[in-house]
């Protein structure tokens, strides 16, 4: 693809995202208004989200530039390194080459600091006084609080209560970059304060928490809403992190067979992959693109293909994506970032157009294949991380078996830092497989609301 050669600078940041919305080979399903079931305008977002950010949401141009004022940001830490896995190759004996893209050198400890540096530039050059965002353990969180103290705007975090008091480290690093962070349900909102009068001893949820966040950016002039995955402007500026990758490559002389990354929302596995599609849509490579989720919540491998709520409420738009039921509830596994129960539209869509692959897989597996990550190459994978792992693994043991040399790539999406209560529990034996139970899928799917267009 010569002009995302062209787009790329001898600094190696990319000056341009690939908006996959240029090559679909089929049109989009428009998000629905949840009252009218018509599709939504731009007109629908403009209390949320500034106008910039929904333009992106809707363009089809291929390339969108990136501000220098963003790209000077990125230079904190971009390019993030492409590594060859040597050692994990030498200890799995296989004849794979096996490359990670590391998106844990972020300031944050992952890829969400690629589109929170975005959105907050947006958001200020849109006159914003403040962003307000909702955080499950508070990965998101803490890339906006940061992207936020960099561009000068402030910044209110909802944090589910059960985090909140479970996870204090996350917490601590938001506050540390200057934000403010409530324990969701709050009494900062109407929504939170109900549930505290029916509950007080209430937990929360990420479904409250964004209720809560949408809730106070809606109902103020100066303050928007800003989303960590899922949206079709969120896999966008997540691109940089594949058009690096194929830069990299392309240096090296290798081209990848297949691609891995893990899928919560979405965002770092499309951001990774979606620059290799030109040439597997126009046929000239056959690169395998592997989704990875977990067992516990395999929303592309068993969801149904439907519209659906993005939240548990019923407050936003209704998407068209794999979803598992806005109700569903995920057993409690250690990837928190991956309980999900919907995926973004766009790579939904390519799911169900046969041009990506899913697989589910559990997370004993999952934290076997991190403990050799780490042995081999020295970085404690975040758990959401290592399901990429698990299936590079799994991958390179099958060349291993049929003597075939492939290039495996897998992104590498976080560091597990604060993540090690997760791995005290899978050193002391403790973790468990959470099965995926189908009369609760069923049960949960019946949340499903009923549109024309489903
Ligand atoms: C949030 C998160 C994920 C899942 O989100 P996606 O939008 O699917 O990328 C994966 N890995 C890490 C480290 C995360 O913080």
């Known amino acids: 693809m010569k002009q995302i050669k062209t787009l790329m600078t001898e600094n190696d940041i990319p000056r341009a995202w690939y908006n996959i919305q240029a090559d679909l080979p089929v049109p989009l399903p428009p998000p629905l208004h949840p009252g009218t079931l018509k599709p939504i305008g731009p ?3 403009a209390p949320l989200f500034p106008e910039a950010l929904i333009a992106q949401e809707v363009s089809r141009e291929r390339f969108i530039v990136i501000p220098e004022e963003v790209r000077d940001t990125y230079r904190l830490w971009r390019p993030t390194p492409l590594h060859r896995a040597r050692r994990l190759e030498q200890a799995l004996g296989t004849p794979a080459r096996i490359y990670y893209k590391n998106e844990s050198t972020s300031p944050s400890g992952s890829h969400k600091a690629n589109t929170a540096v975005a959105q907050a530039y947006y958001n200020k050059m849109a006159g914003v006084r403040r962003l307000v965002t909702e955080t499950g ?12 103290k960099l561009f000068g705007l402030e910044c209110a975090v909802f944090m589910v209560k059960v985090s909140f008091n479970q996870k204090p480290y996350r917490r601590l690093l938001m506050e540390t970059f200057g934000s403010t962070v409530h324990a969701s349900p709050s009494d900062q909102t109407a929504s939170g304060r109900a549930i505290l009068r029916s509950d007080p001893a209430c937990t929360g949820s990420l479904g409250i928490a964004i209720s809560e966040a949408v809730e106070m950016a809606a109902g103020s002039e ?18 940089v992190i594949g058009l690096e990758a194929r830069q990299q490559f392309e240096r090296l002389g290798e081209y990848p067979d297949i691609l891995i990354g893990c899928v919560g929302g979405g965002s770092n596995f499309s951001g990774f ?14 690169t395998r693109m592997i989704a990875v989720e977990p067992s516990a919540c395999p929303t592309l ?9 993005g939240d548990s409420v019923g407050l936003t738009p209704l998407i068209k994506m794999y979803t598992l039921g806005n109700k569903f509830m995920p057993a409690p596994i250690h990837a928190g970032g991956l ?24 997370q004993t597996k999952v934290f076997e294949a991190a403990i050799l990550f780490a042995q081999s190459e020295g970085i404690i994978p975040a758990p959401e991380s290592a399901h990429a792992i698990r299936v590079a693994v799994d991958e390179a043991i099958r060349c291993r078996e049929t003597g075939e040399k492939k290039v495996i790539a897998f992104a590498l999406s976080g560091h597990g830092h604060f993540d ?16 995926f139970n189908d009369a609760e899928a069923e049960q949960a799917l019946i949340s499903l609301p009923k549109t024309d267009a489903a």
């Open 43 to 45: 007109s629908d977002l």
């Open 137 to 148: 353990a508070g990965q998101w969180g803490s890339a906006l609080a940061l992207a936020c």
């Open 222 to 239: 100066d303050t928007k809403y800003s989303l960590g995955s899922v949206l079709n402007h969120v896999l966008l500026h997540q691109t």
């Open 273 to 286: 992959v979606f620059p290799f599609m030109p040439e597997r849509l126009n046929g000239s490579k056959q």
């Open 301 to 309: 491998t068993r969801g149904t293909y439907s519209y659906d709520f």
């Open 339 to 362: 309980r999900y129960h919907g995926a973004a539209p766009l790579l939904c869509l390519l799911r169900h157009e046969g041009l990506i692959e899913a697989v589910a897989v559990a």
């Open 420 to 435: 090690l209560a997760a791995y005290e529990a899978h050193l002391a034996g403790r973790l468990e497989d959470q099965d």
